[in-house]
């Protein structure tokens, strides 16, 4: 009972806390559920995610200077494309909190912003990985 007692803590708080990837988690994750086969791409996405959130699937981002708010591993902005605190298109169609702990959620909505705007939405990626992102092969 006591050892019963001692797993069930552990899992409530790994569910209050999320998931932190590994960076080859990450990288695996994309490669084998979500179809990320190219490798060049997948180094992009990788390296977008960890300078965006350290791979936190619960990270919101501080308050921008314009007020907008970004969340979960892609650092999704509230202004245009999830439902947030501030008024705006939601072009998403999903609540930003929802977003959070949810990489499936969260993948449709990059693939959304992606497509609208490619890698260079996202500052994480203009600042660390535009033509730089490291390979991911060693995880593969
Ligand atoms: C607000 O600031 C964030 C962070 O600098 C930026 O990504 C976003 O595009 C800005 N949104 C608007 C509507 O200015
Ligand atoms: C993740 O988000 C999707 C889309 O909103 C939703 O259908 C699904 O139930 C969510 N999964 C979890 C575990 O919350
Ligand atoms: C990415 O880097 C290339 C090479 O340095 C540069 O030409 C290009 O303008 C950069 N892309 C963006 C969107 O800044």
């Keep these: 009972m006591k050892a019963?007692?001692?797993?069930?803590?552990?899992?409530?708080?790994?569910?209050?806390q999320g998931t932190v990837y590994s960076r080859c988690g990450f990288a695996q994750t994309l490669y084998y559920d979500y179809g990320v086969t190219d490798m060049n791409t997948l180094a992009n996405w990788v390296c977008l995610v960890q300078y965006e959130s350290s791979f936190n699937d619960q990270a919101v981002g501080a308050i921008n200077?314009?007020?907008?708010?970004?969340?979960?591993?892609?650092?999704?902005?509230?202004?245009?494309?999830?439902?947030?605190?501030?008024?705006?298109?939601?072009?998403?169609?999903i609540a930003c909190?929802?977003?959070?702990?949810?990489?499936?959620?969260?993948?449709?909505?990059?693939?959304?912003?992606?497509?609208?705007?490619?890698?260079s939405a996202w500052y994480g990626w203009?600042?660390?990985?535009?033509?730089?992102?490291?390979s991911v092969a060693d995880c593969f």
């Design 65 to 93: 200077y314009n007020g907008t708010q970004d969340f979960g591993l892609f650092q999704i902005n509230n202004k245009y494309w999830c439902q947030g605190a501030v008024s705006s298109s939601d072009s998403c169609g």
């Design 4 to 16: 019963f007692a001692v797993i069930a803590f552990a899992l409530v708080i790994s569910v209050a």
């Design 97 to 119: 909190t929802s977003l959070l702990g949810n990489l499936s959620a969260s993948w449709s909505c990059a693939q959304l912003v992606y497509q609208q705007q490619g890698f």
């Design 126 to 134: 203009l600042n660390n990985c535009n033509g730089t992102a490291p």
